[in-house]
């Protein structure tokens, strides 16, 4: 069975960081490209950020120079390192993890960036 557990997310004062964990079980990690998604309300759901198995980075216009994703193999686990955050980053944050025509998801995180 797949599973994608999401953690670290929580309320945090503009300007301010969180650190976003993925933890990946029933998957050949290593072989996947992970991503980070998110959708706030009434908003359709948006690519943050994504990680090839070879560690090729691509992130959404929105967010490139303050988000980090990363990713240990050994730990199965994708991370997503969040800076100078925003009131509009405020959204439920999705794993997600594709292998070919396969796609799997995680339950989310809410972030939200509040003073």
């Known amino acids: 069975q797949v599973q994608l557990v999401e953690s670290g997310g929580g309320l945090v004062q503009p300007g301010g960081s969180l650190r976003l964990s993925c933890a990946a079980s029933?998957?050949?990690?290593?072989?996947?490209?992970m991503a980070w998604y998110r959708q706030a309300p009434g908003k359709q759901r948006e690519l943050v950020a994504s990680i090839t198995s070879r560690s090729r980075t691509t992130y959404g216009d929105s967010v490139t120079g303050r988000l980090t994703i990363s990713r240990d193999n050994a730990k199965n686990t994708v991370y997503l390192q969040m800076n100078t955050l925003k009131p509009e980053d405020t959204a439920v944050y999705y794993c997600?993890?594709?292998?070919?025509?396969?796609?799997?998801w995680g339950q989310g995180t809410q972030v939200t960036v509040s003073s």
């Open positions: 029933g998957i050949t990690f290593s072989l996947n490209t």
């Open positions: 997600n993890a594709v292998l070919g025509t396969r796609s799997y």
